[in-house]
């Protein structure tokens, strides 16, 4: 029998305190689910990718933390427009490595425009207890 997922959703205004708000609802999860070992890489992806939001978007943004089995899934949702892209080290100005690092880190990500408006940008960390599997 499959294993019941967790979810934790909060939604966060777009502001300078929203990576760091985003990092304690991670922290606060991971200690709730006993999911320790997913601790340090969510933080540092959730924080990546929330900064984005702000940045960019500038609207309301909504996290989701999903824990299934050994996989912690962790979306942002904005209203902005424009999907976010991996730039290429040579073509970076000043920042530009955040979708680069999540990209590296996590077991799998995308980019999911969303038909009402905005978008998800999600990955998946795999536990460092397991060795990885399909999601």
Wanted: charged share 20%; glycine share 10%.
């Amino acid at each position: 029998m499959a294993e019941p997922s967790l979810r934790k959703l909060a939604r966060l205004s777009a502001e300078t305190t929203a990576p760091r708000r985003a990092r304690d609802l991670v922290a606060q999860v991971c200690a709730a689910w006993h999911g320790e070992q997913f601790l340090e890489l969510g933080q540092l992806v959730i924080s990546e990718l929330v900064s984005n939001a702000v940045l960019h978007s500038g609207t309301v943004i909504e996290v989701e933390l999903r824990l299934e089995g050994d996989r912690l899934m962790l979306r942002v949702h904005d209203d902005g427009a424009g999907l976010p892209v991996v730039v290429p080290p040579g073509q970076r100005m000043i920042g530009g490595v955040g979708l680069d690092l999540v990209s590296r880190v996590a077991q799998s990500w995308g980019v999911t425009p969303d038909p009402r408006g905005g978008k998800d940008v999600w990955c998946v960390l795999a536990s460092t207890r397991n060795p990885p599997n399909a999601f």
